[in-house]
């Protein structure tokens, strides 16, 4: 029997089912894409207004506003769909320090121990992939709750976009700096380039890394090295470099298709002396060919990782 107070008798208030709080921050759906479109038209505004006044107080803002427009959208679009969970702290983390910290680590150790020679690239990519793991490691050394596939992924990967926006900025610096004065043209193109290769490139590679990391990371919060780990990061860096190596692979086999016997010297420098029409297209279609390939070869993998874990079904 269920007891009823009489009728005129206070009520008792009782409390209806209580939500938990939210432990992150909630976004509207979309944001990544009012990001990438909104950022877009101001880096084109921003390109308009430094051309027609030749006002180069604006090149750091269209330099910074070109290299980051990319990799932010993508750290976005991953913390939304993926990783609301992790915190937005973290996020910036990896984003903002695990990416200085990489450049940083990448210029001193390539500084002192890389050398031209046909292993270079190689170098480059086991350089690189180390720092930028070393770098998602200190961010998440006192945050042991961190750890699984689908973490990884998405902060392994803004590790990489952090790094990608800042090595992006001082090509375009570096591309707008000539003899001559400032090379707008050159500095749009670099940004237009390296714009459109950034989701195949450092982020990919990071997430991959960081993924396999964190799946093995012990409760305690210490990272395991297991093999899965040592074989993960060698192959994300041979797929690194083979991303690097692609401009000398296509000239080489154009160079082998051709049979032009070429000096091994200008060989080395990275071009072909007095090229062909037809010779220029092989170049482009290998170039891109390469590059296309080692793309879908890194997404692959990527999705491949994904699917093994279910919470990157489930996610907030």
């Given amino acids: 029997m269920t007891y009823s107070p009489p009728p005129g008798a206070p009520q008792a208030h009782i409390p209806g089912p209580q939500q938990p709080p939210p432990t992150y921050p909630r976004i509207r759906p979309g944001l990544w894409k009012r990001c990438l479109w909104g950022g877009l038209a101001l880096w084109v505004l921003t390109a308009l207004v430094t051309y027609a006044t030749k006002n180069t107080t604006l090149l750091p803002t269209l330099i910074l506003l070109g290299s980051f427009l990319v990799p932010v959208t993508f750290v976005l679009?991953?913390?939304?769909?993926?990783?609301?969970?992790?915190?937005?702290?973290?996020?910036?983390?990896?984003?903002?320090?695990?990416g200085t910290l990489g450049v940083l680590g990448a210029s001193v150790m390539e500084y002192y121990l890389l050398h031209p020679s046909l292993w270079m690239f190689v170098g480059v990519g086991l350089i690189e992939e180390a720092v930028k793991l070393g770098a998602l490691m200190f961010v998440l050394r006192k945050q042991p709750r961190l750890r699984g596939m689908r973490a990884g992924l998405v902060l392994g990967a803004t590790v990489g976009f952090g790094f990608a926006a800042l090595e992006s900025a001082g090509y375009a610096f570096n591309a707008a700096v000539s003899t001559e004065g400032i090379d707008l043209?050159?500095?749009?193109?670099?940004?237009?380039?390296?714009?459109?290769?950034?989701?195949?490139?450092?982020?990919?590679?990071?997430?991959?890394?960081?993924?396999?990391?964190?799946?093995?990371?012990?409760?305690?919060?210490?990272?395991?090295?297991?093999?899965?780990?040592?074989?993960?990061?060698?192959?994300?860096?041979?797929?690194?470099?083979?991303?690097?190596?692609?401009?000398?692979?296509?000239?080489?086999?154009?160079?082998?298709?051709?049979?032009?016997?070429?000096?091994?010297?200008?060989?080395?420098?990275?071009?072909?002396?007095?090229?062909?029409?037809?010779?220029?297209?092989?170049?482009?279609?290998?170039?891109?060919?390469?590059?296309?390939?080692?793309?879908?070869?890194?997404?692959?993998?990527?999705?491949?990782?994904?699917?093994?874990?279910?919470?990157?079904?489930?996610?907030?």
């Fill in 185 to 316: 043209r050159a500095l749009l193109q670099t940004e237009i380039l390296r714009g459109v290769l950034a989701p195949f490139g450092h982020g990919l590679w990071t997430a991959i890394v960081g993924g396999v990391l964190l799946s093995y990371r012990r409760p305690s919060g210490h990272f395991r090295f297991a093999g899965p780990v040592i074989g993960t990061y060698a192959g994300v860096a041979l797929l690194h470099a083979l991303w690097d190596s692609t401009h000398g692979i296509a000239l080489w086999l154009v160079a082998h298709l051709a049979s032009t016997g070429l000096d091994k010297e200008l060989f080395a420098q990275g071009y072909m002396p007095h090229p062909t029409d037809q010779q220029q297209h092989l170049f482009t279609v290998f170039s891109v060919g390469l590059m296309v390939l080692v793309s879908l070869f890194g997404v692959g993998w990527v999705r491949s990782l994904a699917r093994r874990d279910p919470s990157w079904r489930n996610t907030p």
């Fill in 77 to 98: 679009w991953a913390y939304e769909q993926h990783g609301r969970d992790l915190g937005v702290g973290v996020i910036l983390g990896c984003f903002l320090t695990g």
